[in-house]
């Protein structure tokens, strides 16, 4: 038997008094499979042990939430019998050790939770965050990571239609990757995990077991250091093949009714998923390795128990239906085997050639995991900083600057590697304020978004947290769409300093407040911690991804101008908020300042607004502020358009020029409006008693205000540029 | 007009074309499992886009040796209309019922974007609604598109009108900046000797319907119902 040493708990990220609860719950020493298992399962990564308590305040319920957080997705109705079934998350640190496999096995691993629960995907978005340009591994992790995202999901067939890429020097030893997939269900066909029924067969099926990715949730549980390269192995290895047709093994046998429950198997493989299923069902299952199908001679059970192999999945079956699943299984060439039964006993009982090798009991390592209150202390709030103190340079001069600054930049060079029209039903590609999928079949369609501005919450936790999804909710309204639920893929550093806990605290209260004021539930999510490199963290980074509903297609809105002679309208308050701005940063070189305030209460009219202004066909073009403010936002609806219009703005007297053109206040839209639709719209404006101003008109071919003039054609230049010339290739031309 | 749609495990843009097939022809056209060793009479089979086995091998090459191709050949053979998409047009070069082959894109990277294309000849089953040297625009997603064909050959094929579209700019000018993967002389989509197989890279069920962009594709499939109805 292994000798428990404190090397062997350190190298499996247990802490001496974690042990201390092992010998109690188990009244003896574990074995080294058994330890194995403790030690993923009470990772961060799977036991959530030091965000439970916080996420637990997070608003997971409204009418139309069918199921929260807790299952593999949270799963909302859109009516007509249908259910959009969605989640994001994250494979950071195995990303940065092998970009393409990392990034890969991410969207891998979303898309089985999304599809184990009946629903066949829809649509993939990612949100990545990379290092400064001129660190010398950001080039080839950018290109490792868009190669991996495109090379599973084109294969699987699966559209890749939206995300944001950031760059930042936080994140030059910890990339972010957090992927996102969304589904379609039958609202009454939708698949639960909690096991059922003393007896019936638990069903292993999929790729076979191998020897990759050994501990990945265990190193995705902790820091970074100078060794970490040699962390290769751990990381998984994806066949986008073989996950086409475990998608497809699996609707088909979720057609029938055999399946009594379904998990697939993600981070700490056959453990997390077998222990998970059997803790929610309060049963016990006895498994027996042998029958485990693996693709290597001689594996041990801490070796099958702690695979990370990519493209399995764990379901009980109904007494007597093997032989039905099997043919299924058999027809797309997947391996099949029933491994265990589920019995009564609570225990997690577990052969190989024909002796106990683990004998554990289930809920103290799954529902009952620990649950931590680490210490944290709260964020030092910045000072606001006043306008005056911006220096002031000429606005297209600024604007150019910002346009092709890598944050803002054309991302034209990722999203044309991934396809992202398989399917048919895209009816609003990559560039926009959110993605627009059409419901196959339907006029319904879903809008789909990821946001957060990471530098607004490392400058104020609390209102970047309300930002991230104030900007969701916008980004869907700015489409048209009803904002119906969020996903959060939590991104931060070490949990066990304070001033990284505050962060944590502080932002999921800031979530929470406007989710609740924005009738905008959490419905799943995902927690990533560690995120640091030798005790460097990156800049805190709670992702949202917001789902909202088209009742009809038709009714949407896009950013481009559609004419010139228009209304170019504002909706919103600007005061001109320089504080934590892209300005500051891009042209001041000054990373500071509170961030702008959100006011949710106008959040959710102007939304309203906006929305209602769509929907009665009275904009021709719709598209939020956010990033580098008003002039960046005009900006982008002119290089978006067909001929590149132009527009001329009149900026008002009462506010210094670079402030209102770069000012980065919450709440606003600009409207493209038709002189026939003007009055109708402003008053619809007072009517919801928003802020609204008539800002110019569009037409032309360039963009002047006070005075000053750039043409879009240069602007378009400049925003293509800068992603193909860093990646050293070539400008796509259109 | 009686379709099949050809399915192969990896195939992902079965449903798109059969979608597409149907606006089109106003019924639900066949959907065949690529184990499958007969088809009954039809008049068009379509090879769809996708990552069959993976394209693991080499694109196309493991689905030309799969059970129903024997059939689609001595169907083609028969005269029988095959129009291969993407995945699909690299299983019928794979096959030898297209010349050339098709490799990695110049760049080597995987494109997903719409692509103009002149329309070389309109004189066939698939292009009878285009106009000659015409302009469409469709979108293209593939990374192996590279099309090449030995001298001998490639002059055999423009002799014959064998070409059937090329890559060009929105002007309707083939130039190089418009060829987007690094084919030989631009081409997007060739013809078999016969003129009744038509493979080519860019997907005209993409954008056959205006909501989703643009609709210059759906032109293929009523040129199609059109002439075998």
Redesign the interface.
């Known amino acids: 038997m292994t000798q428990i040493t404190p090397e062997l708990l350190a190298s499996h990220g247990i802490k001496a008094d974690e042990y201390k609860k092992i010998l109690e719950i188990l009244g003896r020493e574990p074995n080294h499979t058994e330890l194995g298992i403790f030690s993923v399962m009470w990772s961060e990564h799977c036991s959530y042990k030091s965000s439970k308590k916080w996420l637990k305040t997070l608003p997971t319920k409204a009418p139309w939430v069918i199921c929260g957080p807790g299952e593999n997705a949270g799963v909302i109705d859109i009516g007509d019998g249908q259910a959009i079934i969605f989640k994001m998350e994250s494979h950071n640190h195995p990303s940065f050790i092998e970009p393409y496999q990392g990034a890969a096995t991410g969207v891998g691993g979303i898309l089985r939770d999304v599809f184990t629960m009946g629903a066949r995907p829809i649509a993939n978005l990612n949100a990545l965050r990379f290092g400064d340009p001129s660190h010398p591994k950001t080039r080839h992790l950018v290109a490792g990571v868009v190669a991996g995202i495109g090379g599973y999901g084109n294969c699987v067939g699966v559209p890749t239609v939206g995300g944001e890429t950031n760059f930042h020097a936080s994140y030059n030893g910890n990339i972010l990757v957090n992927a996102m997939t969304v589904g379609l269900a039958d609202k009454d066909k939708i698949f639960y995990s909690a096991a059922a029924g003393i007896g019936n067969p638990v069903v292993y099926f999929g790729s076979k077991t191998g020897r990759d990715g050994i501990h990945g949730a265990t190193m995705a549980s902790a820091e970074f250091d100078e060794k970490s390269d040699e962390k290769r192995p751990t990381v998984q290895v994806g066949d986008p093949f073989t996950e086409k047709l475990l998608i497809e093994a699996c609707l088909e046998l979720m057609a029938t009714d055999a399946i009594v429950a379904i998990q697939d198997m993600g981070a700490a493989g056959l453990t997390s998923s077998s222990f998970e299923m059997a803790s929610k069902g309060g049963l016990g299952i006895e498994m027996d390795l042998d029958l485990v199908p693996m693709r290597e001679d001689g594996m041990t059970p801490y070796e099958i128990m702690l695979s990370e192999s990519q493209e399995r999945m764990l379901m009980v079956l109904k007494p007597g239906r093997e032989a039905q699943a099997k043919a299924i299984m058999d027809k797309w060439e997947l391996d099949f085997a029933v491994v265990g039964v589920l019995t009564d006993t609570g225990r997690m009982v577990l052969k190989r050639h024909g002796a106990v090798v683990a004998d554990l009991p289930i809920d103290p390592l799954a529902l009952a995991s620990p649950e931590y209150d680490r210490p944290w202390t709260a964020p030092v709030k910045q000072p606001v900083i006043a306008v005056e103190d911006v220096k002031a340079v000429c606005p297209a001069e600024a604007l150019k600057t910002l346009l092709s600054c890598p944050d803002l930049a054309s991302k034209r060079w990722i999203y044309e590697q991934y396809d992202h029209m398989v399917m048919g039903d895209t009816v609003q590609r990559p560039g926009g304020d959110a993605a627009v999928v059409r419901i196959h079949g339907t006029n319904k369609a879903v809008a789909i978004t990821t946001d957060v501005t990471p530098r607004y919450v490392l400058a104020d936790p609390y209102e970047g947290g309300r930002q991230a999804v104030a900007e969701a909710y916008r980004n869907l309204s700015a489409v048209g769409a009803l904002p119906m639920a969020v996903t959060d893929n939590l991104n931060f550093g070490n949990p066990e300093k304070p001033e990284i806990m505050g962060q944590i605290v502080e932002s999921i209260r800031g979530m929470g407040q406007a989710c609740r004021e924005l009738d905008f539930p959490v419905v799943s999510g995902n927690v990533s911690l560690y995120n640091e490199t030798q005790g460097a963290a990156i800049l805190p980074t709670p992702a949202i991804g917001g789902v909202g509903l088209l009742e009809d297609v038709a009714k949407s809105a896009s950013l481009s101008f559609k004419e010139s002679g228009s209304s170019i309208v504002l909706i919103g308050e600007t005061k001109g908020w320089l504080g934590a701005s892209l300005y500051l940063r891009e042209i001041c070189g000054r990373e500071e300042g509170a961030p702008p305030p959100v006011a949710l209460h106008r959040e959710r009219r102007a939304g309203e607004l906006v929305r209602q202004l769509i929907s009665d066909g009275q904009v021709q073009a719709c598209h939020d502020v956010s990033d580098g403010g008003l002039l960046v936002a005009v900006a982008e609806m002119a290089m978006a358009s067909d001929g590149h219009i132009g527009a001329s703005l009149d900026a008002p007297s009462t506010l210094p020029l670079h402030a209102w053109c770069f000012g980065e206040d919450q709440g606003r839209y600009v409207l493209e409006v038709r002189d026939d639709d003007l009055a109708a719209v402003l008053e619809e404006a007072l009517g919801h008693d928003a802020a609204v101003r008539v800002i110019g008109k569009t037409g032309g071919h360039v963009i002047s205000v006070g005075g000053r003039a750039v043409r879009v054609d240069e602007l378009v230049e400049v925003n293509e540029a800068w992603l193909p010339g860093f990646m050293g290739a070539e400008l796509s031309g259109h | 007009m009686k379709a099949a749609v050809i399915v192969f495990?990896?195939s992902?843009?079965d449903?798109?074309v059969a979608?597409?097939l149907e606006a089109s022809m106003g019924a639900k056209p066949l959907m065949v499992w690529h184990r499958d060793t007969e088809l009954p009479d039809l008049d068009l089979i379509v090879v769809p886009?996708?990552?069959s086995?993976?394209?693991?091998l080499r694109c196309g090459a493991m689905a030309a040796h799969s059970p129903i191709m024997r059939e689609v050949k001595r169907q083609a053979d028969k005269g029988t209309r095959v129009l291969g998409i993407c995945n699909g047009f690299q299983i019928l070069t794979e096959t030898g019922l297209l010349p050339g082959v098709l490799m990695r894109n110049k760049?080597l990277?995987?494109?997903?974007?719409d692509v103009h294309l002149r329309v070389e000849s309109n004189t066939t089953d698939f292009c009878r609604g285009y106009a000659a040297g015409g302009l469409v625009r469709f979108?293209i997603?593939h990374?192996e598109g590279n099309y090449f064909a030995d001298p001998e050959t490639f002059k055999a094929m423009e002799a014959q009108g064998q070409i059937a579209f090329r890559y060009c700019?929105?002007r309707g000018e083939v130039t190089e900046?418009?060829n987007?993967n690094g084919s030989l002389a631009n081409v997007a989509g060739i013809y078999n000797a016969k003129h009744n197989v038509l493979g080519l890279m860019p997907?005209p069920?993409?954008l056959a319907?205006a909501?989703?962009?643009g609709s210059d594709g759906k032109m293929m499939f009523d040129s199609l119902v059109e002439a075998l109805r």
Do not use: Q, S, T, W
């Open positions: 495990p990896g992902n843009c449903r798109d979608v597409a886009g996708g990552f086995y993976g394209d693991y760049n990277k995987f494109i997903c974007k979108p997603a990374a700019n929105h900046a418009a987007p997907h069920e993409r319907e909501l989703l962009g």
